[in-house]
């Protein structure tokens, strides 16, 4: 039962235009959320984190925001950059278990 | 501050042997997990272990196992191996004494059984 979905594999944008990037899930005992990115043949890279008792983080052109009642989170991408062509992983941590739960990924290509 | 890093970075093997990675963590991290990945299907938690014990278990089979060693180094441990377990195997590294820690990963174990 897969508790943290990226329900696009893949998704293709043009240089200088917004990336958006959907995680859904299901365990309502997940309070942290982090995104992770990974190029081939590397181990992935943290990228951003958000905390369940916030809706919104930002860290230069990547921005989180979570909702909560929707069990949704979304990872934005502004402006989008050839450089930022990777697997994109969400994760989740369930409270007292210290476990990241990932999603499959989404494979994200900027074309220049 | 050295990052994860993980021996071998390849390995070939034959199906029903055996197989023993090796995960070093950054300096201070006491948390070593181990994660499996194969295409489609994300990453995988297998284990993690915390100042030498068990803490998490995934749902993998008694075929892979680990360890942890009193500086924190860790190995995982894949017996009779079979086809699928061709994979990246991936270990990653906090401190592991707060539960919303950034994990950070290391470059990945390539297994390919034949």
New interface residues.
Partial sequence: DQQVK?NS?SLSVQEGRISILNCDYTNSMF??F?W?KKYP??????LI?I?SIKDKNEDGRFTVFLNKSAKHLSLHIVPSQPGDSAVY?C?A?E???????????TRLKVLA | KAG?TQTPRYLIKTRGQQVTLSCSPISGHR?V?W?QQTP??????LF?Y?SETQ??KGNFPGRFSGRQFSNSRSEMNVSTLELGDSALY?C?TKP?TS??E???????T?LLVL
């Fill in positions: 990226q594999p309070d942290y982090l992770y043949a590397e181990g992935p890279t943290f984190s905390s992983f994760a941590i409270s007292g278990t210290y476990k990241y739960i990932f999603g499959t990924g | 994860v948390s997990s994660y489609g299907q994300g990453l995988q938690f993690e915390f803490r998490n991936l990653a592991g539960e919303w950034t994990q950070y990963f290391g470059p990945g390539r």
